[in-house]
């Protein structure tokens, strides 16, 4: 019977954020900290990059979204919360609108716009949106 290799326990990336960073502020270097944590220096220096992303996303937004809500906002060309508040008005703002544009980041720009999340895409009058062309609600 083949012996079963000893798995590497597994951590979600941001589980790590907080006890990474709290060891850097006490000075540690990332090798010091990749032999507590049982993990290589090129995962913690991943985890200090990834936790600066986040950090100006937060600073960015004024909210903590995740990478790809903030890919999404970037594509949709949205510049502030009138803007995407604009685009849910239309029905522009809606999963399946652009590329990996799904129902949780969809519920996370609906959570920071203070808006009860959509079931189903607005249809409204055949007006067009002078921007792409589609079908709009009327203002």
Known sequence: MP???????????????????LLRAEGKSLNEIASLMNL??????????????????????GFP??????????????KSKDDALQLYRTGHLFPGAIW????????????????????????GDKQLCQHCGKPILSA
């Open 40 to 61: 290589t220096k090129q995962r913690i220096s991943q985890v200090v990059q990834i936790a600066k992303r986040h950090e100006a996303i937060e600073a960015r937004w």
């Open 100 to 123: 990996s544009f799904g129902h949780r980041s969809y519920r996370e720009i609906c959570e920071w716009l203070g808006v009860e999340p959509l079931k189903k895409r607005p249809r």
């Open 3 to 21: 012996m079963k290799s000893p798995t590497k326990q597994r951590y979600r990336v941001l589980d790590l954020v907080p006890q990474v960073i």
């Open 65 to 78: 979204f995740s990478v790809r809500t903030d890919r999404i906002l970037e594509d949709l060309a949205v």
